[in-house]
């Protein structure tokens, strides 16, 4: 089973940039549909980007044109671009994967998904 660590996260102010990572352990990644969700302080969870086995991605209708989701299969690490950072983009935000569905990514439904990292938190100052 992988293992997810996140980090990147960070205090930026509106309109700057950070890159998060996620390193997996385990032998599934290749053949995993990852994604990052993100939780801001009294909301409920929600999908920010996946990407499948063949690269496809989706991403929240909020974080199109700002965020690009991309991996590293050779390194097992996946990534957040962020860029264009507001303060609604203020959250905990987590990696996920899910390897039981041939690599497929079926949205952005957090149920879809196994396994979650333990978070990186990113505070956007205006």
């Known amino acids: 089973q992988v293992q997810l660590v996140e980090s990147g996260g960070g205090s930026v102010q509106a309109g700057g940039s950070l890159r998060l990572s996620c390193a997996a352990s385990?032998?599934?990644?290749?053949?995993?549909?990852m994604g990052w969700f993100r939780q801001a302080p009294g909301k409920e969870r929600e999908g920010v980007a996946t990407?499948?086995?063949?690269?496809?991605?989706i991403y929240a209708e909020n974080v199109k044109g700002r965020f690009t989701i991309s991996k590293d299969n050779a390194k097992n690490i996946l990534y957040l671009q962020m860029n264009s950072l507001i303060s609604e983009d203020t959250a905990m935000y987590y990696c996920?994967?899910?390897?039981?569905?041939?690599?497929?990514?079926?949205?952005?439904?957090?149920?879809?998904?196994?396994?979650w990292g333990q978070g990186t938190q990113v505070t956007v100052s205006s």
């Open positions: 996920a994967a899910e390897a039981r569905y041939y690599g497929t990514c079926p949205g952005l439904d957090q149920a879809f998904f196994a396994t």
């Open positions: 385990g032998d599934t990644f290749r053949r995993s549909c």
């Open positions: 990407i499948d086995i063949l690269s496809l991605t």
